[in-house]
């Protein structure tokens, strides 16, 4: 038995703007009116990411790929608060944010150099005010936290112009003693942080019971801080309070907590198998609830779309997915020398004297034999 509330269509406390049947629903705190265009675009978004994502898994079963950490099902979440950012925002990324990424404008060929193994980040985090994804469970929380503190403190919130933090996480994460240090102290500072967590109900194979006996978002009051809970499947939903969310951070609010009420519809990663641990039918009914089917319904039913634009989007994806794909097979190995570089900004003289002795070393190769 669930301690846990299970968040269903027309709960309450439940934002939601797209029903899974494509009907618009107003919300009396939460609305945005949305163009035909920028639906659309959130179309193109939701479709390219998730087909990038395929991809990706198929290079890893292709044996292309140490690990493929699969966003299916969390398009919405990830779509919807990435649109939301605007440029000065600052992300703080887990590992499988790849539609964030996208949405930032980032080559998507970046986290393919991490997951191959021929680069450790390959990531400057200045570039697009996008931090290396973290494989630590929670510990980017509390990078986000010292930064958002930094930004207060640099005097850069308080107006339309000021810079606001977003800190991703999942259900697993928000039991680590991390992210709740995070939530102290961005409570305490009034950081300009939200924290997105993207509940996809499992942690590998741990489900929510295992993490809370309270919906996640009602423990940002206990720091003294507003929380909501999103269906993070309803892409609209998921920008409108994201945007919100930021402004009042970017503003001095202080912190907000935002859950993502989602589905992993995929393994935790390549190496796990989920068929060990949960039933087809809990998949089956959250296919239902597909995020990209209920912005495809609502195009349709307000005539924004036809099938020829859905023609030319799933070829659009297709094509990106290919080009991805040679990329990837042709990103360069790594040199054994470049483990020397950007350990230290001034390399240490014991650094500089194991990389003349591992020079050496490699030369004995030299002619394909090693005697
Ligand atoms: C500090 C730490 N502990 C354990 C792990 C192993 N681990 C990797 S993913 C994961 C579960 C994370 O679940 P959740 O936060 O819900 O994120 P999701 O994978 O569902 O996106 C764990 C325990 C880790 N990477 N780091
Ligand atoms: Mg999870």
């Known amino acids: 038995m669930s301690n846990v509330p299970a968040s269903t269509d027309g709960d309450p406390e439940l934002v939601q703007l797209l029903t899974p049947d494509g009907e618009r629903v107003s919300h009396p705190e939460y609305d945005v009116d949305f163009t035909d265009e920028q639906l659309r675009g959130l179309y193109r978004d939701l479709v390219v990411v998730r087909k990038l994502d395929a991809e990706a898994t198929a290079l890893q079963r292709q044996g292309e790929l140490a690990l493929w950490a699969s966003l299916l099902g969390q398009e919405a979440a990830q779509v919807g608060s990435g649109r939301a950012l605007r440029d000065q925002d600052m992300v703080f990324p887990t590992y499988r944010e790849h539609g964030v990424l996208y949405c930032r404008g980032i080559d998507p060929l970046k986290p393919f150099r991490l997951f191959r193994g021929v680069e450790h980040g390959g990531l400057d985090p200045h570039e697009n005010k996008f931090n290396m994804y973290t494989i630590v469970i929670g510990a980017q929380t509390l990078h986000a936290t010292g930064y958002a503190m930094g930004v207060a403190m640099d005097g850069k919130v308080g107006s339309d112009d000021g810079e606001a933090v977003i800190a991703y996480f999942g259900d697993g994460a928000s039991s680590q003693g991390d992210v709740n240090e ?54 609209l939903a998921c920008y409108a309070v994201t945007r919100r969310a930021l402004d009042e951070a970017r503003h001095g609010q202080g912190p907000r907590l935002i859950e993502a009420f989602t589905y992993r519809m995929g393994a935790h990663t390549t190496s796990d198998d989920p068929t060990r641990y949960r039933i087809a039918s809990e998949v089956e009914a959250w296919q239902a609830k597909d995020p990209i089917l209920r912005l495809r319904r609502y195009l349709d039913r307000i005539g924004a779309a036809d099938d020829a634009f859905f023609g030319e989007i799933a070829d659009e994806a297709a094509r990106e997915a290919v080009e991805l794909r040679e990329r990837v097979l042709t990103l360069p190995d790594p040199q054994p020398m470049d483990m020397f570089d950007h350990v230290y900004v001034d390399e240490s003289p014991v650094l500089t004297e194991q990389r003349d002795e591992f020079a050496r070393y490699l030369a004995t190769f030299e002619g394909g034999h090693h005697s």
């Open 182 to 235: 995070a939530f102290v102290w961005a409570g305490v500072f009034n950081a300009p942080l939200v924290f997105f967590c993207q509940n996809n109900q499992y942690a590998i194979s741990e489900t929510n019971e295992r993490q809370t006996r309270v919906p996640l978002y009602q423990r940002a009051a206990g720091f003294g801080f507003p929380g909501l809970r999103v269906d993070g499947n309803d892409v």
